[in-house]
């Protein structure tokens, strides 16, 4: 071999073993810095670089850098603004709407991008703080299950706004001039008032229940229409604080302990219903049902329409 040849090839070694010792070398600074071990490793730089190196402070092994430091996943930077910063991939981080991809997000951007059910929520908070928008849905709630116009007409604001039924259980009363009417569970007195002016001056309306705080929402909605023929009175529907055989028609709309059908409760209307008095109530009529009805003694069981009973007493 020629002096010019081995020359030329000791070069060549000499060259690769320098690159191979620097590739190993920055393989294992890379390790080092990257326990993980991460594929896709890229050369960091300190500060900023124009041409893709990584500021050591901000940047992971998988991102690029971004001007002032910011780094975003797959390559992609963050614009400069103060208000939007980079999310990492799987990155928890506040203000990040799709953390699991990585990309630009901003604080701004990820409030004003709210799910539709968010701002259902936020425009039902607003509503429940506007007179107007509680007295319209109030309104449209006691429309769609059975109340009248003239009904909410003739009731107090505070008695329409306390509604919580599921019917209009007066509809299905019959009720006549002069009978005796209780209602278990009468919340803020909306089927009281309403049965008031059914059984006239003759008849009389006497409201239960547990709490004081409906209780005294009924008592205020009574006081405004300033009826003489109703009363509330605190009591448990399974030991109604009335005589036995007093009233001719027990209601209840959408209370739960009488829609299960208690037996303890479904007894008690029983008791305090005259002979041929009859129970009417919201609820399904299933046999299970049924049977507890004719186990307290109702004898004629009926469901006049879907979600309403009623129950008579034997004359």
Same mark, same amino acid.
């Given at each position: 071999?020629?002096?010019?040849?081995?020359?030329?090839?000791?070069?060549?070694?000499?060259?690769?073993?320098?690159?191979?010792?620097?590739?190993?070398?920055?393989?294992?600074?890379?390790?080092?810095?990257?326990?993980?071990?991460?594929?896709?490793?890229?050369?960091?730089?300190?500060?900023?670089?124009?041409?893709?190196? !990584?500021? %050591?402070? *901000?940047?992971?092994?998988?991102?690029?850098?971004? @001007? #002032? $430091?910011? =780094? &975003?996943? +797959?390559?992609?930077?963050?614009?400069?603004?103060?208000?939007?910063?980079? !999310?990492? %991939?799987? *990155?928890?981080?506040?203000?990040?709407?799709?953390? @699991? #991809? $990585?990309? =630009? &997000?901003? +604080?701004?951007?990820?409030?004003?991008?709210?799910?539709?059910?968010?701002?259902?929520?936020?425009?039902?908070?607003?509503?429940?703080?506007?007179?107007?928008?509680?007295?319209?849905?109030?309104?449209?709630?006691?429309?769609?299950?059975?109340?009248?116009?003239?009904?909410?007409?003739?009731?107090?604001?505070?008695?329409?706004?306390?509604?919580?039924?599921?019917?209009?259980?007066?509809?299905?009363?019959?009720?006549?001039?002069?009978?005796?009417?209780?209602?278990?569970?009468?919340?803020?007195?909306?089927?009281?008032?309403?049965?008031?002016?059914?059984?006239?001056?003759?008849?009389?309306?006497?409201?239960?229940?547990?709490?004081?705080?409906?209780?005294?929402?009924?008592?205020?909605?009574?006081?405004?229409?300033?009826?003489?023929?109703?009363?509330?009175?605190?009591?448990?529907?399974?030991?109604?604080?009335?005589?036995?055989?007093?009233?001719?028609?027990?209601?209840?709309?959408?209370?739960?302990?009488?829609?299960?059908?208690?037996?303890?409760?479904?007894?008690?209307?029983?008791?305090?219903?005259?002979?041929?008095?009859?129970?009417?109530?919201?609820?399904?009529?299933?046999?299970?049902?049924?049977?507890?009805?004719?186990?307290?003694?109702?004898?004629?069981?009926?469901?006049?329409?879907?979600?309403?009973?009623?129950?008579?007493?034997?004359?």
């Amino acid at each position: 071999m020629k002096a010019s040849q081995l020359a030329i090839s000791l070069a060549v070694s000499s060259v690769m073993l320098v690159t191979n010792w620097a590739y190993h070398n920055s393989l294992e600074a890379g390790q080092a810095e990257n326990p993980a071990g991460e594929k896709t490793a890229t050369k960091c730089c300190a500060g900023d670089s124009k041409a893709g190196g !990584c500021h %050591k402070a *901000e940047c992971s092994r998988t991102d690029r850098c971004c @001007s #002032k $430091g910011k =780094c &975003c996943a +797959k390559g992609k930077c963050c614009p400069s603004d103060g208000e939007k910063r980079c !999310c990492q %991939k799987g *990155e928890a981080a506040k203000g990040c709407q799709k953390q @699991s #991809k $990585g990309g =630009c &997000c901003s +604080k701004i951007a990820a409030t004003a991008k709210r799910s539709k059910g968010q701002l259902r929520a936020s425009a039902s908070k607003k509503a429940s703080k506007d007179p107007a928008a509680q007295w319209a849905k109030a309104v449209a709630r006691l429309k769609k299950i059975g109340y009248t116009d003239e009904d909410i007409a003739y009731l107090p604001r505070g008695a329409v706004l306390a509604s919580a039924g599921a019917k209009n259980v007066v509809a299905y009363a019959d009720l006549k001039p002069g009978e005796v009417v209780v209602d278990l569970g009468c919340g803020g007195g909306i089927d009281c008032l309403l049965a008031a002016r059914l059984v006239g001056p003759k008849g009389k309306v006497i409201g239960v229940d547990m709490s004081e705080k409906a209780l005294a929402t009924a008592r205020k909605n009574l006081k405004e229409l300033g009826l003489k023929n109703v009363e509330f009175r605190r009591g448990r529907l399974e030991k109604l604080p009335l005589p036995d055989a007093s009233v001719d028609v027990a209601i209840s709309n959408c209370v739960g302990i009488v829609m299960r059908g208690d037996a303890a409760v479904l007894s008690e209307a029983a008791r305090v219903l005259k002979p041929g008095g009859r129970l009417v109530t919201t609820g399904r009529l299933r046999d299970e049902y049924r049977a507890k009805l004719k186990a307290a003694g109702f004898t004629t069981v009926e469901q006049p329409t879907k979600g309403m009973i009623v129950a008579k007493k034997p004359k």
